[in-house]
């Protein structure tokens, strides 16, 4: 009896480790032998933990499980109380574009064998077989752009890298995924870390670089395991060194941040990777031609690195022919906060917010109705119910005063006060602020003092938060002081009657 | 509590296995707080030296992360998440509740030594908070029911 039950966080977080013990204490009892294999999530969280039961028929679901539902997996399987079905006719999976996470909740993530099966190392394959500019040429026709929120397109990045002259070159991958309501560099790393590393094999190709590094946040210690241990199986199995013996050479290894947030901002990133304090870096020079020590680097995120094997696997042409405008593939929406169904759901741009919001995460789950959605992390805008009918897309968010970021949305139910959530941006953004620009490090803290005199009724604090938030968008050096009065901003003019309670109450 | 040679000593000894790597600092200051569940001040001045940096700049790149330790923590480390997907779902509520079991507020520790609370800005559980990490264990839905069998848990 072959069963699926997944390693992944938000999994186990559910209890599907004590899950994966009854089952085997159970097999044993009964004498039935089993085999386990802790697989990736498929991204419905509401339903972890999910087990699927491999059947003649195919994979059949089963979750949201708990311990006194295993005992019934081993009797009639139609009659079990947490039955779903065929996963695969699951309609939130049935209506989603897996380019990207084809594989993810599929396989298991420390099988080659499985991840061969399923068409991985096809793309490198192919890569292995073109000069360094094709490769480039190739990840420029595909329309790819930086997923990390910065929309950068990536082949342009890969060519200012590969025709840089140096001794020594990097790829490195930006996994410090520390916005809120951001989970697809964690689920990818966890349920297909050989993607990642198939996707930075071929950067290195493509770029002449023989070393890379996989920059993980500490608060993810699943992914920073599944990562290593794939590393060195792909290491033992040829993928890794000299590259599927074709004389090509590159090799990677894991690091592990400390629990700073402006990390994630790669300059900043790569001074933590050099041993130094994560303080953000002017630019010029950019990381394409001064990166880690000082030499040409390649700062991806996990999701556009990840998406470089099926693009080569099926073609720049089949990957750009999804989307909307300039936004060209598919997008890993995650959607969590208050809502019925939160989870990954991989789809090609050009969903509006409110076909996001209302239709596939089901609404809210307390079912009170929703009031904002914050899309893009803790430096992403606020979007009222008004604004629902935007596509998704970087350039129809930006018009909107927005940001998709790394297309995380959390949804809030009417309870929300947004002075408090425009209190805790900037709260949020002291904490986190690295200190080397004023209007981040003083403003993010004068910020909170101000919306705490509108708390109190002292309205003309507002025209003065409203200016400051001009000078630590125009002033600071990063997207940390830069960005973060889009939360603020946002929750003041979508949300005026928030910042008005304390004046009706002394009428 | 070690001795200071007996902390050099080690220190030293996880030195020797970070020779040669590029940009060592972070990997050997996360191996010297698994080892010793904080950095010790004496321990600075040694991995300074074998740096060929600062003591002020080893100091200054501890102190910067907000995971390395001055001190050693509680027996327990209760870390909850006070990022908005949590708090879209009664994060702060949650919080409160702890606080106020516990008799701590953010980063202190229990005066019998037993739990260090801390706040963590997210674990990537979006999807199921509100989000809880406990010596490392990942909890999600957490709720006040949830806090009090937790925190009864530890001790």
Not at chain 1, 103 to 117: F, N, Q, T, W
Not at chain 1, 352 to 380: H, M, N, R
Not at chain 2, 113 to 123: D, M, Q
Request: aromatic share 6%.
């Amino acid at each position: 009896m072959k069963i699926y039950l997944p390693l992944d966080s938000a999994a186990v977080a559910l209890g599907a480790d004590e899950i994966a013990e009854a089952i085997l204490s159970q097999a044993q009892a009964r004498g039935v032998s089993v085999d386990l294999v802790r697989n990736g999530s498929r991204g419905m969280v509401w339903l972890e933990p999910l087990v699927e039961v491999v059947t003649e028929a195919g994979r059949l679901a089963f979750g949201p499980m708990t311990l006194a539902d295993v005992p019934a997996l081993f009797g009639d399987l139609s009659e079990h109380p947490k039955a779903l079905g065929l996963t695969e006719d699951l309609p939130w999976l049935r209506t989603q574009t897996r380019l990207t996470f084809a594989r993810v909740g599929v396989i298991d993530p420390h099988s080659l064998a499985d991840y061969e099966a399923q068409g991985g190392l096809a793309g490198l394959r192919r890569a292995l077989t073109m000069d360094r500019a094709a490769i480039v040429a190739e990840v420029t026709a595909s329309g790819l752009r930086g997923r990390g929120g910065a929309g950068f397109p990536t082949g342009i990045k890969w060519k200012t890298v590969s025709e840089a002259k140096a001794d020594r070159k990097y790829i490195v991958c930006n996994a410090d995924e520390g916005d809120s309501a951001t989970f697809a560099d964690r689920m990818l790393m966890e349920g297909d870390p050989f993607t990642l590393i198939e996707g930075m094999v071929i950067a290195g190709l493509a770029c002449g670089a023989t070393k890379g590094f996989v920059y993980i946040r500490s608060e993810y210690p699943v992914a920073v395991r599944v990562m290593q241990e794939a590393i060195a199986i792909a290491r033992a199995e040829g993928v890794l060194g000299n590259v599927l013996g074709s004389g090509q050479i590159f090799d990677m290894e894991v690091r592990v941040g400390a629990g700073a947030y402006v990390c994630g901002e790669e300059t900043s990133l790569l001074n933590s990777l050099e041993g130094k304090r994560g303080v953000v870096r002017a630019k010029p020079p950019l990381p394409a031609l001064q990166g880690f020590m000082g030499k040409p680097t390649v700062v991806n995120n996990v999701i556009s690195l990840a998406s470089i094997p099926v693009i080569f696997e099926k073609g720049a042409e089949l990957y750009k022919s999804f989307g909307l405008g300039r936004s060209r593939g598919t997008i890993p929406l995650q959607i969590a906060g208050n809502v019925k169904h939160g989870g990954l759901y991989e789809i090609a741009f050009g969903l509006t917010l409110g076909e996001i919001v209302d239709g596939i995460a089901g609404g809210t789950a307390s079912g009170c109705p929703v009031k904002a959605v914050q899309v893009g992390g803790p430096l992403g805008a606020y979007f009222p119910r008004s604004l629902f009918g935007t596509p998704f897309g970087y350039e129809e968010f930006a018009g909107k005063d927005g940001l998709i970021g790394h297309a995380g949305l959390t949804v809030f139910d009417d309870s929300a006060d947004m002075l408090a959530q425009a209190r805790f941006a900037m709260e949020f953004c002291a904490i986190e602020s690295c200190g080397k620009c004023t209007p981040c490090r003083i403003g993010a803290v004068r910020g909170v003092e101000t919306v705490d005199r509108i708390a109190k009724g002292d309205a003309s604090a507002i025209p003065l938060l409203t200016d400051l938030c001009a000078t630590m968008k125009a002033g600071s050096l990063c997207a940390l002081g830069g960005f973060t009065p889009y939360p603020v901003l946002s929750a003041l003019t979508h949300f005026p009657d928030d910042f008005n309670r304390m004046k009706e109450a002394a009428e | 509590m070690l001795d200071s040679a007996t902390t050099v000593a080690r220190v030293e000894d996880i030195l020797s296995h970070h020779q040669g790597m590029e940009g060592a600092l972070l990997p050997i200051l996360h191996a010297i707080q698994a080892e010793f569940g904080h950095v010790p001040q004496v321990a600075l001045p040694v991995v300074a030296k074998a740096l060929n940096i600062s003591g002020a700049e080893a100091h200054g790149v501890m102190s910067f992360y907000h995971d390395f330790r001055e001190a050693p923590a509680g027996r327990h480390v209760l870390k909850l998440c006070r990022a908005e997907a949590c708090q879209a779902v009664g994060a702060d509520r949650v919080a409160a509740h702890a606080r106020k079991v516990l008799g701590l507020d953010w980063h202190e520790t229990s005066k019998d030594g037993a739990v260090t609370l801390e706040p963590i800005f997210c674990l990537g559980l979006c999807a199921c908070g509100p989000a809880a990490i406990v010596d490392g264990k990942l909890v999600g839905r957490v709720d006040e029911a949830k806090i009090d069998a937790l925190i009864g848990a530890l001790s």
